[in-house]
């Protein structure tokens, strides 16, 4: 058995940097499956193609040569790794992973990335179906609230305008939809460790979980 370990919880977080550290801690590879559903939102605007059109977008989504590569995401060799980021992409992405039959598409390339020596997986179902399995999962949350402020304050670095209210209130919509859906709604797997982060630092998130790590996992740790 690979070992897998899964870092479910809605956006803003710190999810991704979580995912980050650990592997590259671990010497694991990684796998941030939002980037997926983002990519395939972003072909259907580009074709058109109506985000509630489920057949269309499964065959999308069967074809899509998603790469990571030097920590980015390309697409039939294109550099989408910004282009995806945007909050436009990301409600767009829920409403894409909404339909059952594109998220039965992604499964089978999502979890090839179970390979030697780990995995590190990021998303809102990785240890409730992807990797129902893996010995080690995560739930990380915080207040809507807090983590529309920390996407202003990254908005704000990278020099771009932004509406904290509004931020508020896709984050919102967008939990919403991934918390009701009926199919792999965003929950906590029932063996998972719930970690708060409103009031934490992510050195402070990264120690939690590295404990987690020594006591389920201790021989990831020693290599
Ligand atoms: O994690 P990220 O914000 O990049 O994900 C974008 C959207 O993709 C989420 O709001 C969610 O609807 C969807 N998603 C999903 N299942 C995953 C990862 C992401 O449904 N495993």
Same mark, same amino acid.
Not at 180 to 203: E, G, K, N, W, Y
């Given at each position: 058995? $690979?070992?897998? !370990?899964? !870092?479910?919880?809605?956006?803003?977080?710190?999810?991704?940097?979580?995912?980050?550290?650990?592997?590259?801690?671990?010497?694991w %590879?990684?796998?941030?499956?939002?980037?997926?559903? =983002?990519?395939?939102? *972003?072909?259907?605007?580009?074709?058109? &193609?109506g985000?509630?059109?489920?057949? &269309?977008?499964?065959?999308?989504?069967?074809?899509?040569?998603?790469?990571? =590569?030097?920590?980015?995401?390309?697409?039939?060799g294109?550099?989408l790794?910004?282009? @995806?980021?945007?909050?436009? $992409?990301?409600?767009?992405?829920?409403? &894409?992973?909404? %339909?059952?039959?594109?998220?039965?598409?992604?499964?089978?390339?999502?979890?090839? *990335?179970?390979?030697?020596?780990?995995?590190?997986?990021?998303?809102?179902?990785?240890?409730?179906?992807?990797?129902?399995?893996?010995?080690?999962? $995560?739930?990380?949350?915080?207040?809507?609230?807090?983590?529309?402020? =920390?996407?202003?304050?990254?908005?704000?670095e990278?020099?771009?305008?932004?509406?904290? %209210?509004?931020? !508020?209130?896709? $984050?919102?919509?967008?939990?919403? =939809?991934?918390?009701?859906?009926?199919?792999?709604?965003?929950?906590?797997?029932?063996?998972? @460790?719930? @970690?708060?982060?409103?009031?934490?630092? @992510?050195?402070?998130?990264?120690?939690?979980?590295?404990?987690?790590?020594?006591? &389920?996992?201790?021989?990831?740790?020693?290599?």
């Amino acid at each position: 058995m $690979i070992p897998v !370990i899964t !870092i479910d919880g809605p956006s803003g977080t710190g999810k991704g940097t979580l995912m980050q550290l650990l592997a590259q801690r671990l010497g694991w %590879h990684a796998l941030d499956s939002g980037a997926l559903y =983002r990519a395939l939102a *972003w072909v259907a605007l580009q074709q058109g &193609v109506g985000l509630d059109d489920a057949l &269309v977008l499964t065959g999308l989504a069967k074809n899509l040569a998603v790469e990571f =590569r030097q920590g980015g995401v390309w697409l039939n060799g294109e550099d989408l790794s910004e282009a @995806i980021r945007t909050e436009e $992409i990301g409600l767009a992405a829920s409403r &894409v992973a909404a %339909h059952p039959q594109v998220r039965a598409a992604l499964l089978d390339w999502q979890r090839a *990335w179970a390979r030697p020596p780990g995995l590190v997986a990021d998303g809102r179902d990785m240890g409730t179906v992807v990797f129902p399995e893996a010995p080690l999962k $995560i739930f990380l949350d915080a207040a809507p609230e807090v983590r529309a402020e =920390r996407r202003y304050k990254q908005l704000n670095e990278k020099g771009l305008s932004a509406s904290l %209210h509004q931020l !508020i209130v896709d $984050i919102r919509a967008r939990d919403a =939809r991934d918390r009701s859906r009926l199919t792999a709604p965003l929950r906590p797997a029932q063996d998972a @460790i719930v @970690i708060d982060s409103s009031r934490m630092s @992510i050195p402070e998130v990264f120690e939690r979980v590295l404990a987690e790590v020594r006591r &389920v996992l201790p021989d990831a740790l020693s290599q």
